[in-house]
């Protein structure tokens, strides 16, 4: 069983920035795309050059 939690995007004072230097690990559905991981990293804000 999977927990899922749906929460705001953090913009502004909120953020630090030691921990947006941190790793993220995505895990998407079986058949998901790098591409479309990708693609909702930049839909929230994370652009394409803090995207390895």
């Known amino acids: ?3 899922v939690m749906q929460m705001p995007v953090l ?3 909120s953020l630090m920035e030691e921990v947006k230097e941190r ?3 995505v895990q998407g559905k079986r ?3 790098m591409q479309g991981v990708v ?3 930049m839909k929230y804000g994370v ?3 803090e995207i390895e």
């Open 47 to 49: 652009s394409d050059s």
């Open 1 to 3: 069983m999977m927990t």
């Open 39 to 41: 693609n909702v990293l």
């Open 23 to 25: 790793t993220v690990k």
């Open 31 to 33: 058949g998901s795309s």
């Open 11 to 13: 913009t502004g004072d």
